[in-house]
């Protein structure tokens, strides 16, 4: 999971900075808690597809879905290949709009970066601009919001009154409220241990769970043993993962690249052989929806529900393959993406009781 950054020169030193970790997201070493974990699968833990976008039907119509959002009517994808934003019919699947990388103007953008909904609107963060562009979910541009920091937003989720909370990536105080004029209101760093500080990108690496719920949200943190709930006050309530990781143990190395008469160009390395224990979140309700990382049944391929009122655990179901991009629907239907190295595809999935050999006797749906 490389992440790289780059600061500006100030007098005579220049850093280069490169963080990672060596088991990527794709692979299956584990690393989590050494008790047993007992989870509850849910008895529809199996899907049916319902319909599918892109894939070897339609090979030419998404190249690299790498986010979703969902509104009561239209599932939303942010194709990085394309730098384009496609809207299906939640139902059928149907295209309702497109919008193009077209330039700075109102209701435009140049490159896309994530994606944010509430029932009605949809949001795309410009990381060219720093910009969130908000339009209706039948494509009508709203209004704009300037956020600052815009490229090293790392998740957003769309608050009442144009608000935005946001998490940026390598930060301490990595936690943001921005109102609609595009002013930062608050800024808190995650309730992770000192030490950690050091190492913001580990430490403050989180996902926040889209729609967040009135004033309070969810925050699943990539490392550890727990999920949090923070409200509006910035007051944090710790919740245990059913299956806990390990934190962020990190590693530094430092080299120097290169000197002249003017600066010095040095490398730190940061890395850990942690493997990260969330992928994401997603919130509906009073339920919270983590989707596991490493884990010993199923690596990257588990869902655990959560009660975000109390952090009780209620059960978890099995995914049929690891998404690349994953988001559910008011009606609990999932929605996922997947990228080939021919073609790629969103596909919705709805949950079902029937066993895996009572579908492979089901007429395949088209």
């Known amino acids: 999971m490389p992440v790289t950054f780059r600061v500006s020169p100030r007098a005579l030193v220049g850093i280069i900075v490169t963080l990672a970790t060596s088991a990527p997201i794709g692979s299956t070493a584990v690393h989590a808690q050494r008790s047993p974990t007992t989870r509850r699968f849910h008895a529809d833990s199996f899907y049916i597809r319902e319909w599918v976008r892109g894939g070897t039907k339609d090979p030419d119509l998404l190249v690299e879905p ?39 103007g109102p209701g435009e953008f140049k490159q896309p970066i994530q994606l944010a909904t509430t029932a009605r609107h949809v949001g795309v963060l410009d990381a060219a601009t720093s910009r969130l562009t908000v339009y209706s979910d039948s494509g009508r541009f709203l209004w704009t919001t300037r956020v600052p920091d815009g490229p090293v937003v790392e998740t957003m989720c769309l608050l009442p009154r144009g608000r935005i909370r946001v998490k940026y990536l390598g930060a301490t105080q990595a936690i943001a409220m921005i109102d609609s004029s595009g002013h930062t209101l608050s800024r808190t760093s995650l309730p992770v241990a000192t030490p950690l500080q050091k190492a913001p990108s580990f430490a403050n690496s989180a996902y926040i769970a889209d729609a967040c719920a009135g004033e309070s949200m969810a925050v699943a943190p990539f490392f550890g043993g727990s999920w949090y709930r923070i409200a509006s006050n910035g007051a944090a309530k710790r919740f245990p993962y059913i299956e806990a990781g390990q934190e962020a143990v990190v590693t530094t190395k430092q080299r120097r690249l290169e000197r002249t008469a003017k600066h010095i160009t040095t490398q730190t390395t940061m890395t850990t052989e942690v493997s990260p224990i969330a992928r994401g979140a997603m919130q509906r309700g009073d339920t919270v929806v983590i989707e596991a990382g490493a884990t010993k049944v199923h690596p990257y391929q588990l869902l655990d529900y959560y009660r975000v009122s109390d952090g009780a ?6 995914l049929p393959f690891t998404p690349t991009a994953l988001a559910i629907a008011p009606n609990g239907r999932l929605v996922a ?11 919705a999935l709805t949950s079902t009781t029937l066993s895996p050999r009572e579908l492979a006797k089901q007429k395949p749906r088209k």
């Not at 290949?81 to 193009?100: C, N």
């Not at 655990?313 to 099995?318: A, F, I, N, Q």
């Not at 997947?338 to 595809?345: K, V």
Request: positive net charge; without cysteine; glycine residues 8%.
């Open 66 to 104: 790498r986010a979703i959002a969902i509104t009561d009517n239209v599932v939303v994808v942010l194709d990085a290949g394309t730098r384009e934003v496609h809207a299906f019919d939640l139902m059928s699947g149907a295209k309702r709009f497109v919008l193009k990388a077209t330039g700075e």
């Open 313 to 318: 655990y209620l059960y978890s179901r099995r």
């Open 337 to 347: 993406a997947s990228i080939g190295t021919e073609t790629s595809l969103v596909v």
